[in-house]
């Protein structure tokens, strides 16, 4: 399995972005994908998850700004990040957990700043 994320970059303050992540290989039909976050010198944290019926997490200071979607068909899943602040400055990466394996993709920076 190979994550790979893409739609980072650099944003003023209550700007947006959206976040892709496709995901190729031996992909179950039951899976959980999310978004992970890690800002310099802190520890990477999760942003959002959502499983394949539908259950869905955000971490407390994203919820009403972050929306996280999925297109099972194309095994994506997606981060629609508004009202950006420049404490959401990170690298974010793509997880998804199946059969209780962890696959990570390669991260993609988010800067938010004027």
């Known amino acids: 399995v190979q994550l790979q994320a893409c739609g980072g970059g650099l944003v003023q303050p209550g700007g947006s972005l959206r976040l892709s992540c496709a995901a190729s290989?031996?992909?179950?039909?039951?899976?959980?994908m999310g978004w992970f976050r890690q800002a310099p010198g802190k520890q990477r944290e999760l942003v959002a998850d959502?499983?394949?019926?539908?259950?869905?997490n955000y971490a407390d200071s994203v919820k009403g700004r972050f929306t996280i979607s999925r297109d099972d068909a194309k095994n994506m899943v997606y981060l629609q990040m508004n009202s950006l602040k420049p404490e959401d400055t990170a690298v974010y990466y793509c997880k998804l957990v199946q059969r209780s394996v962890q696959y990570w993709g390669k991260g993609t920076q988010v800067t938010v700043s004027s």
């Open positions: 959502k499983g394949s019926f539908g259950s869905t």
């Open positions: 290989g031996n992909i179950f039909s039951w899976n959980l």
